[in-house]
């Protein structure tokens, strides 16, 4: 089996956790609005090119709009790719000023060091309470999470995030956030627009530390950092 075949075989277990009502991982929980949530994590992401978002939204989030226009929707400014997560979101924050500054001195060591990888989109899952853009990715994710952990931990400042798995991770890309359960409608058009998604293959060539709410309304931007091989 080889390294996809891995991580498509954890979400693949993830859907049946969820269908199972046994989830394993933290989520967000819901609040009425989103957009004004005061809860506040410490993470990393990747902000997407303009041509996958374009695509994203017009093939995605446009449809499901018009059925159920009442949940949140991540905009252009918004979409983004979890690449590690530190400190899950809350109010108040887990994390200090000083504990920012760690962080952003361990990812300005070990980011640098990492190879730009490519990321295959490939399905939508539906999660208890938001939607989700899943996608397998080449090892070098697995490297960069694993090199973050250990340098965090070697600070005193671990990720408190509770992971299903803890190799072959894998990218999503959270798209809506619901606060009411959705209809039959809704989740037939997601399994529709599941079997069309036709994305090819995205590098990721960098790496953000980020502070901000769960639909990035409240971002700041730490620092950024390009992966080697990136232009």
Not at 55 to 73: D, M
Not at 98 to 119: C, T
Request: glycine share 2%; net charge neutral.
């Amino acid at each position: 089996m080889n390294h996809q075949q891995h991580q498509i075989k954890i979400i693949d277990q993830i859907e049946e956790q969820i269908k199972s009502n046994s989830l394993r991982s933290s989520t967000v929980s819901p609040v009425t609005d989103f957009e004004n949530d005061p809860r506040i994590c410490l993470t990393s992401v990747h902000f997407p090119s303009p041509d996958l978002k374009s695509y994203i939204l017009e093939s995605i989030i446009n449809p499901l709009k018009e059925i159920a226009p009442e949940y949140h929707y991540y905009s252009d400014s918004s979409l983004h790719m979890t690449i590690k997560n530190i400190r899950v979101i809350n109010n108040p924050p887990h994390f200090t000023h000083e504990n920012k500054e760690v962080a952003r001195e361990v990812f300005s060591k070990v980011i640098p060091r990492h190879k730009k990888f490519s990321v295959y989109f490939y399905r939508l899952l539906l999660f208890p309470n938001n939607l989700a853009l899943m996608g397998t990715t080449e090892p070098e994710l697995d490297n960069i999470i694993l090199d973050l952990d250990k340098r965090l931990n070697e600070n005193g400042f671990p990720d408190d995030k509770q992971y299903v798995n803890s190799r072959y991770f894998f990218c999503n890309m959270t798209l809506v956030r619901f606060n009411s359960d959705v209809s039959q409608k809704f989740m037939k058009t997601v399994q529709e627009l599941s079997k069309n998604i036709m994305i090819e293959p995205y590098v990721v060539d960098s790496v953000s530390l980020i502070t901000a709410n769960a639909v990035l309304s409240r971002l700041q931007i730490i620092d950024t950092w390009k992966l080697a091989g990136s232009a």
